[in-house]
């Protein structure tokens, strides 16, 4: 018998991490915000909690909650502070969670379990300045000397790249293969030499997170350090992608959330005409519609969550919660602005940020049209059409 | 969570794709220039259960739950948006509110008939001037009084008999019901009754000629003296609203599934036909522009099937409170009609918007008749607007929200 309730570790769960965000990430969100300020006060409480290794088995120092618990802490953080969203979203989704499924058990146990734990942060280096969506047309080496690679390259956008201490970097291994065979991911300790951080971005929104260029002069690596199948980068940072993707839905369902809560308050206080302006068809109507997505969102999310959990297909799926996902919220969040007025243009107000906060969700860690192309070459692969990007 | 299809609803699902692809699709096209009902088809899916989908097996249905029943229309809507519609409105309109509110009596005479195919069932409930407004109805259902003479004449005893007079609009099915549930008002208020074809007085009126779903007899009512026993009454005095609303979540539910279904078409179509329309050179799929349209089709439609299958699991459950995890958020529907008002929305929506691109996918062919395409989007178009408008659904969806914070929402 189908069943789409939550178990009640997940019940207790959400509650739990419900009192975390209400009591230490929103009395913060707009000071990192204004501040332009990585919360670490925020991380290292996240971290005593569990919360930064909530999907990893627990022998790996992780909570055990898989994707569905992880789209619980996204969810929860999206509603109330985007910026620490992204900060944990970025260490978990990404950077531990490519170690996590293609980690060796030597490199689980030195890298992942304090990546869980939260003793480590973990950023995931892949972008750089001319390889964005093309993400294959990187162009950072790593040359083989010994026992060692040499890396040389610049890694631009990198989520956390400043406040890491393993970042996961993808490098060319051999120019003449390409994606598939000639990229290779490798698992680097931010203190060795060489590596550096060059300029932070100063960003319309997500202020409270830190996007770092990363600068990588013959940083040398170990041998036992490549993550995955040598040459296999490729696959490794499409894995992680993947399941990243859904759990950004899950935030992105929580910042229309937050962004309908905010409404359905402020249209009941707001008084216009005599009378609270929710009672006016304009105003309740878009109320309407914002719940509408959000139900869409919240059913898609947890369906995809569960594809991943249980081992099945859901590439297209994740793919769906980020594109549907960072739009729906892009639509509520605009709503919500309309409704709060002038109020909702103010910096003094949560609207403001949630809608620059929103924007990102539409371009990170794939943008929009990246994410189309992942469905549409999905959708014609059995008629033998080829998509070319 | 285990989201897990059952080997009996996955059977049920091959078993609708089976016979809709290979008897009700091929004729989709002719049901629609037509414009009739497909008689013999709907006779042929009575074999299949369709008539009876939700009459439990003991008493001879199908009995399936509304997940299956769910997939059962979408499967149809894949079809055929008519055919699609015609059991919709048989299955979920009278069938249901049959089984929920009707006494033994009225089980036994009508729901043997209604589930072998032998009557088909309408639901007259729209008027003139009352659409979305329903409680505006006029029509009237007068009790019946016995004069003195009569009853000391011993003619037989006629009390609580009613008396419908008005007229209905826009009903589905028509022409063809066997039996229509009727909606009218009597001294205790709106109150619902189940009327047999050929009942004097009851005249069926103008054939609607509509824009899409042409295949869906869509009739005017005339009740001119409609003469119907009180045993005929479903419910009491008073309940018809309540019974009509309660029908109509499932209904709407219902048209989640048929959206889900036609858009899949539409996606399916369009899919086949941008490999097959050569431009430039090439197969217009390795277009970007015609892949973004599939792609966003494709995301609207599993967002639309999360959608449908977590409200039918609501359903199932029997849960009338929100079943996922920000339940106790603001803004979380209380309830499952509301739910079921956000599925029709969204739904509705979607389908416009996805049969709006899929025909733009197919340029100037998807303006011509030979195409599938130019009927979906005519078809998908009333989704937003049957069994409660989008607007109304707006409505619903806020005056849920804005109850649980204490302030009443106003149409």
Redesign the interface.
């Known amino acids: 018998?189908?069943?789409?309730?939550?178990?009640k570790e997940?019940?207790l769960f959400?509650r739990m991490v419900r009192e975390f965000c209400e009591s230490e990430v929103r009395p913060l969100a707009k000071a990192i915000d204004r501040e332009h300020r990585v919360p670490h006060e925020t991380i290292s409480k996240a971290a005593k909690l569990g919360l930064m290794g909530v999907p990893f088995p627990q022998e790996y120092g992780g909570m055990g909650g898989g994707e569905?618990g992880y789209c619980?802490l996204a969810?929860e953080l999206g509603r109330v502070c985007s910026s620490t969203a992204t900060v944990i979203g970025a260490h978990i989704g990404i950077a531990a969670m490519s170690i996590h499924l293609d980690g060796t058990e030597a490199q689980k146990r030195k890298y992942l379990v304090p990546l869980a734990q939260g003793t480590a942060i973990g950023a995931f280096g892949l972008t750089e300045a001319q390889a964005g969506s093309d993400a294959a047309a990187i162009k950072t080496t790593a040359v083989r000397d010994g026992n060692q690679f040499v890396l040389n390259g610049a890694k631009v956008f990198i989520t956390n790249g400043d406040i890491a201490d393993v970042i996961v970097v993808m490098a060319v291994t051999d120019p003449s293969l390409g994606a598939y065979g000639g990229i290779t991911a490798f698992i680097v300790e931010t203190g060795t030499p060489g590596f550096s951080i060059g300029s932070l971005e100063n960003k319309m929104g997500i202020r409270g997170s830190s996007t770092a260029e990363c600068v990588l002069q013959d940083v040398r690596v170990p041998r036992e350090n490549v993550l995955g199948q040598f040459g296999a980068g490729f696959l490794t940072f499409m894995k992680s992608l993947d399941i990243g993707r859904a759990s950004l839905g899950a935030a992105c369902l929580g910042g229309a959330?937050a962004a309908?809560?905010a409404s359905?308050?402020w249209a009941?206080a707001r008084e216009q005409f005599g009378v609270?302006i929710?009672?006016k068809?304009s105003v309740?109507?878009m109320?309407?519609?914002?719940?509408?997505?959000?139900?869409?969102?919240?059913?898609?999310v947890?369906?995809t969550a569960?594809?991943i959990d249980t081992h099945q297909p859901h590439v297209?799926?994740a793919?769906?919660c980020k594109?549907?996902g960072s739009e729906a919220a892009g639509r509520c969040i605009n709503k919500a602005m309309l409704i709060h007025g002038a109020l909702g243009y103010s910096r003094d107000y949560e609207i403001e940020r949630g809608w620059r906060d929103q924007r990102i969700a539409e371009i990170y860690e794939g943008t929009s049209?990246i994410?189309?192309?992942?469905?549409?070459?999905n959708?014609?692969r059995p008629?033998g059409?080829r998509?070319?990007t | 969570?285990?989201?897990?299809?059952?080997e009996d609803?996955l059977m049920f699902k091959k078993m609708f794709a089976d016979f809709c692809t290979k008897e009700i699709r091929p004729k989709g096209e002719h049901i629609d220039q037509a414009e009739e009902p497909p008689v013999e088809l709907l006779q042929k899916a009575v074999d299949q259960g369709f008539w009876a989908a939700l009459v439990p097996e003991e008493a001879d249905g199908a009995g399936m739950d509304v997940?299956t029943y769910m997939l059962m229309l979408e499967e149809l809507a894949r079809a055929d948006m008519s055919t699609a519609l015609t059991l919709s409105v048989h299955n979920s309109l009278v069938v249901k509110p049959l089984l929920d509110h009707g006494t033994d009596e009225q089980k036994e005479a009508y729901l043997p008939g209604l589930a072998c195919g032998e009557m088909l069932g309408a639901f007259a409930l729209s008027e003139a001037g009352a659409g979305s407004d329903a409680a505006a109805l006029r029509s009237t259902a007068s009790a019946v009084k016995t004069t003195a003479k009569q009853r000391s004449s011993g003619t037989p005893q006629d009390d609580g008999d009613y008396l419908l007079n008005g007229t209905k609009a826009w009903v589905c099915n028509g022409s063809l019901a066997g039996l229509t549930l009727i909606f009218a008002r009597a001294a205790g208020g709106i109150t619902a009754f189940l009327v047999e074809k050929e009942t004097p007085g009851l005249k069926i009126g103008y054939r609607e000629k509509t824009l899409g779903l042409r295949g869906v007899a869509c009739n005017t009512l005339y009740l001119d003296n409609v003469r119907v026993p009180s045993c005929n009454r479903l419910g009491d005095e008073g309940q018809g609203l309540k019974i009509a609303l309660e029908a109509l979540d499932l209904s709407r539910l219902g048209m989640g599934a048929m959206a889900l279904g036609g858009m899949e078409r539409a996606l399916e179509e369009a899919?086949k036909f941008s490999?097959e329309h050569i431009q430039f050179g090439v197969?217009i799929?390795?277009k970007?522009t015609i892949?973004?349209y599939?792609?966003?089709a494709?995301?609207?439609i599993?967002?639309?099937r999360?959608?449908v299958?977590?409200?039918a699991?609501?359903a199932?459950?029997g849960h009338r409170r929100n079943?996922?995890?920000?339940a106790q958020?603001?803004?979380?529907?209380q309830d499952l009609s509301t739910?079921a008002s956000?599925v029709k929305?969204?739904g509705g929506r979607a389908a416009y918007e996805v049969t709006h691109k899929m025909l733009q996918v197919h340029g100037g062919y998807g303006y011509m008749k030979e195409y599938a395409i130019e009927r979906y989007y005519r078809d998908c178009r009333a989704l937003e607007i049957i069994e409660g408008t989008s607007?109304i659904?707006?409505?619903l969806?806020?005056r849920d929200?804005?109850k649980a914070?204490g302030?009443?929402?106003?149409?």
């Open positions: 018998m189908m069943d789409f309730s939550f178990a997940y019940q959400r569905i619980i969810e959330q309908l809560e359905i308050q009941k609270p929710a009672t068809q309740y109507f109320v309407a519609d914002m719940a509408v997505e959000i139900e869409a969102l919240r059913s898609l947890y369906r569960w594809l297209m799926e793919a769906y594109l549907f049209e994410q189309r192309i992942v469905i549409a070459s959708l014609f008629y059409v998509i070319p | 969570m285990d989201l897990t299809i059952s609803q997940y899919v490999l197969p799929a390795q970007q892949q973004n599939i792609a966003n494709k995301a609207e599993e967002a639309l999360s959608l299958t977590y409200t699991w609501l199932d459950t079943g996922l995890p920000s958020a603001l803004g979380t529907p739910q956000i929305l969204f607007q659904q707006q409505f969806i806020a929200i804005y914070e302030l009443e929402i106003r149409p």
